[in-house]
């Protein structure tokens, strides 16, 4: 199995930036794609953005030139850099990872980490 630990939450202004970091541990060896999701109060939970093992990422449209995800596959652990933040952007942000092991798939998530943008 994997576990996924989140931090770099926090308050902001907007405007303002804030990076995420999900370190893995456990079954990391087998880790495909690694990705960043969020819920809003009352929504239902959103990608933001992927990255494949390969390095190619994938961002909902609302935060394109916006937030840059990243991994460092040495550390097994994936980023998120927000930039220009916007009051909407205010949700628990929650990381997940694939996993592909003995011909199965697997998928984790982290407890999630909240970000609050204050206008």
């Known amino acids: 199995q994997v576990q996924l630990v989140e931090s770099g939450g926090g308050v902001v202004q907007a405007g303002g930036s804030l990076r995420l970091s999900c370190a893995a541990s456990g079954r990391t060896f087998s880790i495909n794609a690694m990705g960043w999701h969020r819920q809003a109060p009352g929504k239902q939970r959103d990608l933001v953005a992927s990255?494949?093992?390969?390095?190619?990422?994938n961002y909902a449209d609302s935060v394109k030139g916006r937030f840059s995800i990243s991994r460092d596959n040495a550390k097994n652990t994936v980023y998120l850099q927000m930039n220009s933040l916007k009051s909407e952007d205010t949700a628990v942000y929650y990381c997940?990872?694939?996993?592909?092991?003995?011909?199965?798939?697997?998928?984790?998530w982290g407890q999630g980490t909240q970000v609050t943008v204050s206008s």
């Open positions: 997940n990872v694939y996993e592909s092991f003995l011909g199965s798939r697997y998928e984790y």
């Open positions: 990255i494949s093992s390969g390095g190619t990422a």
